[in-house]
């Protein structure tokens, strides 16, 4: 069985062990989708700070404070933000809302929005992105519809004035469109702004891919006032803790941090862009810190992820991604000595393999 995330290493050296690889006990991590840069200092300090300071006693369970230093980066009203524990806590509160509704969701996707639908019992359709783009009238028969903006397996950015016509379309409808910008911080380019005019626009966010903090879990949701209060209702008390809570106060000091993390991105992207379609892989059109890569000559890539696991790298496999099941395989674009590694290992494929 493989594993439902990536990042998941002791599920996938179980299942190379099963399958009789022996890949060593350090395999290089392609598979999570994290920055590569690691943890801002400033964030590092704050948590710190926290976890000697504020262990001992309960955080504000409304948060205002912290709501407060989003809504002035954000530009919204403290009012308009929601914390949650981690983007998957986010993705499951929406889904509890609407609970026993008709939910759409854009695939290829991340596989939590189908799972906190079923959860919650609501009826799915998945749609793909070509219903999108040919036509808004699919959307009839949905409460809600899940797309994440840049997409989660590909990278790609879904374009603005694509999503700007389905808000008008739901908004007419009484429907609403739920965007995870998850990897937003990398490539910059969020509908935020469109929160003032479509009050059926529900932004979802994670901090913990940009600043590699997946095991502190720290996510939001930017929404309509209304939306905002009856998440609240539902969470959780002090879901989100004080190491969580001491990431949004270094906030205001990683703006440094963001404009270097981009600046890394287009130059490590465009290396490995380049040399990968020098040895004829066909890559994503991303935007953010991974990719999905296919081998024009296989079908299945479980061949391509289980020698590149001999090679000491770990990849996410794309079995559970709908439309994708297995034709590639997902790699983060990680530090020059790691992607030469990998390119090194791709090499060796190709030179092997044709
Ligand atoms: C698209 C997307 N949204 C949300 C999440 C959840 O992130 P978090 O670690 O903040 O719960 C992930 C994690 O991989 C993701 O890929």
Redesign the pocket.
């Given at each position: 069985m493989w594993p439902q995330?990536?990042g998941n290493s002791t599920a996938i050296q179980n299942l190379l062990t099963m399958k009789g690889i022996d890949e060593g006990s350090d395999l290089l991590d392609f598979s999570a989708?994290l920055n590569p840069l690691g943890i801002p200092d400033t964030v590092l300090q704050s948590m710190q700070k926290s976890l000697l300071k504020k262990s001992s006693v309960y955080p504000d369970p409304a948060y205002i404070e912290e709501r407060g230093i989003l809504a002035s980066i954000e530009d919204v009203k403290t009012e308009n933000i929601w914390l949650a524990n981690?983007?998957?806590?986010a993705?499951f509160l929406v889904a509890h809302m609407f609970k026993g509704k008709r939910a759409g969701i854009f695939q290829p996707a991340?596989s939590?929005y189908e799972r906190a639908c079923r959860i919650h019992q609501l009826h799915i359709k998945h749609f793909s992105y070509e219903d999108l783009i040919e036509s808004e009238a699919f959307i009839q028969d949905t409460d809600l519809l899940f797309l994440?903006r840049p997409n989660?397996p590909t990278g790609e950015m879904l374009p603005e004035d694509k999503i700007v016509r389905l808000l008008e379309t739901a908004k007419q409808a009484g429907q609403y469109i739920v965007v995870?910008e998850?990897?937003v911080h990398f490539s910059g380019s969020s509908l935020a702004h469109l929160l003032g005019a479509f009050p059926n626009l529900i932004l979802?966010r994670?901090l913990?891919?940009i600043f590699a903090v997946?095991g502190i879990?720290?996510?939001y949701v930017l929404a309509h006032e209304q939306i905002i209060r009856k998440l609240e209702s539902l969470s959780v008390p002090w879901s989100v803790n004080a190491m969580a809570l001491s990431v949004i106060h270094a906030l205001p000091d990683t703006k440094d941090f963001l404009i270097a993390a981009k600046e890394w991105l287009a130059e490590e992207w465009q290396y490995v862009r380049n040399e990968l379609l020098k040895m004829k892989f066909q890559v994503s059109d991303t935007t953010v810190n991974f990719y999905l890569l296919r081998d024009p000559l296989l079908q299945n890539h479980e061949q391509l992820l289980l020698f590149l696991a001999g090679e000491g790298i770990l990849v996410r496999h794309t079995v559970n991604f709908p439309l994708i099941e297995g034709s590639a395989i997902r790699l983060a674009v990680r530090t020059r000595e790691e992607n030469m590694v990998l390119l090194k290992a791709l090499r060796k494929w190709r030179n092997t393999s044709c």
């Open positions: 995330h990536g989708n981690g983007g998957a806590e993705i991340f939590e994440c989660n995870d998850a990897f979802l994670s913990t891919k997946p879990r720290l996510g």
